[in-house]
C-alpha cells in the first residue's frame, strides 16, 4: 500500500492526507503502537535524509516529537499532527504557492485545507510535510523545521511569474 504522503494526482490527495491523519489517529487512540506508522519514500536513504532526520527538533510547533517507524521521518503531535518524509521526489514547475521560511522554499498543496502538504522546492531529495492546520499553525511548522531542512543543499528555488517569463 503507497504511503499517505507520496506524491499523487491532485485528486487523491485529498483523500490520502485524511487517510494518513486517520491512521496515525487511530493507532494513537488504540494504544497498539507506540511508533507513528509511515512507509519508506524512495530516497530516504540518501546521506542528506539523514542529516536532516539528526537535526529534527523535539518540538514542533510546541508538539512533543514521536518516534516513527521508517527511515528519513519524523512526528509530532498526540495523535500526530506534524508528519515530515524526507526522500521524495522533487516537485516540477507548479502554480502552487510557494514560500521561503529560513532559506528553505516550500510548495504548499492547499487542497485538502485544513490540512497542507508542504514540499522543498529546489532541494534534492525533497522532503514532504504534512500539517494538520486545525491542530498548528503550516507556518509556525515549517518554521520549526526549516533549520533541519536546509541541511540538504538548495540548487534552485521558487520564481514568480514575471521571473519566469523574464527568464
Known amino acids: 500500500m503507497p504511503h499517505p504522503l507520496a506524491r499523487r494526482p491532485r485528486g487523491l ?15 494513537a487512540v488504540s494504544g497498539c503502537a507506540q511508533s507513528v506508522p509511515f512507509e ?10 539523514a542529516a536532516v532526520v539528526v537535526r529534527l527538533p523535539d518540538t514542533v510547533a510546541g ?24 526522500g ?34 529546489g532541494r534534492t531529495p525533497a522532503v514532504e510535510v504534512l500539517v494538520d492546520n486545525d491542530v498548528v499553525s503550516g507556518t509556525t ?7 533541519a531542512v536546509a541541511a540538504i543543499p538548495a540548487t534552485g528555488g521558487c520564481v514568480g511569474l514575471d521571473d519566469a517569463e523574464a527568464g
Open 88 to 121: 521524495v521526489e522533487p516537485p516540477g514547475p507548479t502554480t502552487d504557492r510557494c514560500v521561503s521560511v529560513d532559506g528553505v522554499d516550500w510548495v504548499i498543496d492547499e487542497s485538502d485545507a485544513p490540512r497542507y502538504l508542504f514540499t522543498t522546492y
Open 13 to 27: 490527495v485529498r483523500t490520502a492526507l485524511a487517510a494518513a491523519f486517520v491512521v496515525v489517529g487511530a493507532v
Open 63 to 86: 508538539l512533543a516529537a514521536r518516534e516513527t517507524n521508517a527511515q528519513g521521518t519524523g512526528a509530532w503531535g498526540q495523535p500526530a499532527a506534524v508528519l515530515l518524509r524526507c
Open 141 to 147: 511548522a515549517i518554521a520549526d523545521l526549516s533549520a
Open 40 to 49: 519508506t519514500a524512495p530516497h530516504a536513504s540518501d546521506p542528506d535524509c
